[in-house]
């Protein structure tokens, strides 16, 4: 599994005293009673990403926010199948797939001011590009990077 561009490994380990997931080095440790409950295990490793995800990507919006000059109304961080974000530019919301977490940071950035670029152009057309470009010279490399780690 990855967590921020970074290859990490899972770590099972049995704990009588605590039930947690924590990143240490390049371990994903999993501390439960039972570690054949492979049920509970998933669950409690989605949880964390999911946590993570949602304190990485709120600060990246706020960072995002502020250069676009557009605030944000409602943040939501869930599984997406087929999309990276989505947006609604009227009502001012935004939807990040929970995954991202996965890819490196310069690939989070750069769905945050993509899906944010749109509360100023709400299409994919030249000037939407010319935008991004402004804000993020790098923007096709990163969204490179993206598809090249192949997360979806």
């Not at 990485?56 to 999309?83: A, F, W």
């Not at 100023?120 to 490399?141: C, E, I, N, R, T």
Request: charged share 30%; hydrophobic share 35%.
């Amino acid at each position: 599994t990855k967590y921020m561009g970074r290859q990490v490994r899972l770590k099972i380990i049995n704990n009588e005293q605590e039930t947690k997931v924590r990143l240490i080095g390049k371990y994903l440790q999993v501390h439960l009673v039972d570690t054949d409950n492979t049920e509970k295990k998933q669950r409690m490793v989605e949880e964390w990403y999911k946590e993570k995800a949602e304190v990485y990507m709120r600060k990246i919006v706020t960072h995002y926010e502020s250069i676009v000059g557009h605030t944000v109304k409602s943040l939501r961080i869930r599984k997406m199948k087929t999309r990276w974000g989505s947006c609604n530019p009227k009502r001012s919301f935004i939807n990040l797939n929970a995954d991202l977490i996965q890819a490196p940071k310069i690939a989070i950035e750069y769905v945050v001011l993509h899906e944010l670029a749109h509360f100023v152009h709400p299409d994919h057309s030249a000037g939407f590009y010319s935008y991004l470009s402004v804000h993020m010279p790098d923007w096709k490399h990163r969204k490179q990077v993206l598809e090249d780690s192949r997360l979806m």
